[in-house]
């Protein structure tokens, strides 16, 4: 398995500056995070969310996207993924994604699966993610690349089974899984290795974090409440000991994307600490 690096976790570096600190940490590639900064957000401090230094703005021309190729591949390293926020299923803004996948050398793409808040039930969410996932798997033959839909909490694909679910309608050649087990800790939880067996040929990609439910303010009737919050890599429910054998025990040998929103460590020294954390407990 090889190490990533998803640069929403890396806000406060120039793109330079993350591939520098990625080289350095002994990282093998990047996840490009796409999306614009919004306007209002440029004069706030850097942030995961909002003013992220690092990161592809789609508005850009194309030719300006190519940067971002040649910045990765002069250090050595392999551009994994162009990683956008689809949600909404904008067919539009998937193509933009796929485009730019293709012109930087990108594997797979970050598709969506539709937020769900409650307002709209589940079978009508299903049958408009099925549809849009069809499409992008028309999109992902055309342009040469895989699109993932992640495992991910308010949504409605925050578990390995409910996301197998919308993508058995595709073939796995072109629409695929991408594993986030930290995610899973907030919502959707399985047994890991039940989840990897399950999705099998899916299984396309895999986001490292960790999470914890704490408790939260007793409520007014006097019981007790919890809340979930991201967590440092070894103090979170994941255990990764377990989930780097559940994926070696399906052959897992993808990538594995540092995604740690735990703030524990700024970002350049985050990198190293991942590598050496994943890497001693891929020797046991």
Request: aromatic content about 10%; charged content about 25%; some cysteine.
């Amino acid at each position: 398995m090889k190490l990533s690096v998803f640069t929403v976790v890396t806000p406060e570096l120039t793109p330079e500056e993350l591939v520098l600190a990625a080289r350095r940490a002994g990282l093998d590639g990047v996840e490009w995070r796409f999306r614009e900064i919004p306007a209002e957000a440029a004069g706030e401090a850097p942030s995961f969310w909002r003013h992220n230094k690092c990161s592809i703005d789609p508005s850009l021309p194309e030719e300006a996207w190519l940067r971002f190729k040649d910045i990765t591949e002069a250090q050595g390293l392999e551009v994994v993924s162009v990683t956008p926020y689809l949600n909404s299923l904008d067919l539009e803004e998937t193509e933009r994604a796929f485009r730019a996948a293709r012109l930087l050398g990108a594997d797979m793409i970050r598709v969506g699966a539709a937020a769900y808040d409650g307002s709209r039930p589940y079978p009508d969410l299903y049958e408009a993610t099925v549809r849009y996932l069809k499409e992008a798997e028309t999109m992902a033959k055309h342009y040469g690349v895989k699109g993932v839909v992640e495992t991910h909490h308010n949504t409605i694909a925050p578990s390995a089974g409910l996301t197998h679910r919308l993508v058995s309608h595709c073939s796995p050649d072109h629409i695929g899984v991408l594993f986030d087990p930290g995610n899973m800790v907030h919502e959707g939880y399985e047994n890991f290795k039940m989840g990897l067996e399950l999705l099998g040929p899916y299984l396309a990609h895999v986001h490292i974090k960790n999470a914890a439910w704490v408790p939260a303010s007793p409520r007014g009737d006097g019981t007790s409440g919890w809340r979930s919050d991201w967590a440092p890599l070894a103090q979170g429910f994941v255990d990764f000991r377990l989930l780097l054998a559940d994926l070696k025990s399906v052959g897992y040998d993808g990538y594995l994307g540092i995604e740690d929103f735990s703030g524990q460590y700024a970002s350049g020294d985050l990198l190293a600490a991942y590598a050496q954390f994943i890497r001693e407990r891929m020797e046991i």
